[in-house]
Nanobody, 119 residues
Framework: QVHLVESGGGLVQPGGSVRLSCAAS????????MGWFRQAPGKERELIVH????????TYADSVTGRFRSTRDDAKNTAYLQMNSLKPEDTGRYYC????????????WGQGTQVTVTS
């Protein structure tokens, strides 16, 4: 099983920046497809980053493109989500997720970390 733990969330002012971390307990971190999701109260979960490492492509949702950047540190088995120019509508619980080696769907999820952007 892939165990994922998010951290780095908190309260931030509009226009501010936050860097989320996702620590992964897996020996396959360097090849697994990763994703970042967020969910606000009363809203559906939204895929905001799709990181296809094996395919060499990172795709961002329109709502975050240009402001969020996804990176990985393979030596530390950690994924990062740098979030800049934050807006109140970015408020939500952020999750990292991973596909298994077979791919196709996100099978493993972290517990999430809350990001609250004040208005």
């Amino acid at each position: 099983q892939v165990h994922l733990v998010e951290s780095g969330g908190g309260l931030v002012q509009p226009g501010g920046s936050v860097r989320l971390s996702c620590a992964a307990s897996t020996s396959d971190f360097n090849i697994l497809t990763m994703g970042w999701f967020r969910q606000a109260p009363g809203k559906e979960r939204e895929l905001i980053v799709h990181d296809n490492r094996s395919g060499g492509r990172i795709t961002y949702a329109d709502s975050v493109t240009g402001r969020f950047r996804s990176t990985r540190d393979d030596a530390k088995n950690t994924a990062y989500l740098q979030m800049n120019s934050l807006k109140p509508e970015d408020t939500g619980r952020y999750y990292c997720a991973s596909m298994d080696l077979g791919g196709g769907r996100f099978a493993y999820w972290g517990q999430g970390t809350q990001v609250t952007v004040t208005s």
